[in-house]
């Protein structure tokens, strides 16, 4: 009986699953938390040139590429929900080659693919709303796009917030009184978004 048995060895790892999981994952977040730091304290001293420069350094390097493809294919809650391509599980070797494909200089070569809708019920109601889910890559490019873009506007709401608080119930608040409403918000994001993509 003994020899029937089949000899028990270790698993073999493929090589592309061993080269995703060797890479040094800390150094990397360190690298990236380091220039979205520089983008705070630039968009906190009101230099958006140099607040483009860094968004654009960030969403260029290979760390926040590889950190944006984790984020979606292994971290995120939807990583088995697929898109209108039906790609649902990435292998190690596909997130590699993702994390290339969505580098910022071949975005103006790529024609972004619909999103797929399906109805999800509202919280605590019979009703239905309808949710869009990207394809895959669509959705690493937007979380890289997100890493980005959240230090640059982390440093400006959070006053803007401190100061609505501090003047509810006394009058207008103070981002109306300074002329800062909505829209004007609205657009600047915009405008920063448009700059920072267009110039990639």
């Known amino acids: 009986m003994k020899d029937r048995k089949a000899p028990r060895?270790?698993?073999?790892?493929?090589?592309?699953?061993?080269?995703?999981?060797?890479?040094?994952?800390?150094?990397?977040?360190?690298?990236?938390?380091?220039?979205?730091?520089?983008?705070?304290?630039?968009?906190?001293?009101?230099?958006?040139?140099?607040?483009?420069?860094?968004?654009?350094?960030?969403?260029?390097?290979?760390?926040?590429?590889?950190?944006?493809?984790?984020?979606?294919?292994?971290?995120?809650?939807?990583?088995?929900?697929?898109?209108?391509?039906?790609?649902k599980a990435v292998k190690p070797k596909a997130r590699l080659v993702m994390a290339t494909h969505i580098h910022p200089k071949h975005w103006k070569h790529q024609t972004p693919r619909p999103v797929r809708r399906v109805w999800i019920p509202k919280p605590g109601k019979a009703e239905q709303r309808p949710l869009g889910i990207p394809p895959m890559i669509e959705r690493c490019k937007q979380a890289l796009a997100k890493m980005a873009l959240e230090p640059e506007w982390e440093a400006k709401f959070p006053r803007v917030a401190q100061r609505d608080e501090e003047s509810a119930g006394n009058g207008p608040c103070m981002r109306h009184e300074e002329g800062l409403d909505p829209v004007t918000w609205i657009k600047r994001a915009t405008d920063s978004t448009k700059t920072l993509f267009h110039e990639a």
Not at 31 to 55: D, E, M, P, W
Request: net charge positive.
């Open 9 to 87: 060895g270790k698993k073999q790892l493929d090589p592309a699953s061993e080269a995703w999981s060797k890479l040094p994952w800390r150094k990397l977040e360190k690298h990236c938390f380091r220039i979205q730091k520089r983008i705070y304290q630039a968009s906190q001293r009101g230099n958006t040139r140099a607040v483009h420069k860094l968004q654009k350094l960030l969403m260029k390097s290979e760390a926040a590429r590889l950190l944006a493809v984790r984020r979606v294919t292994q971290d995120n809650q939807g990583k088995k929900t697929a898109g209108v391509d039906g790609v």
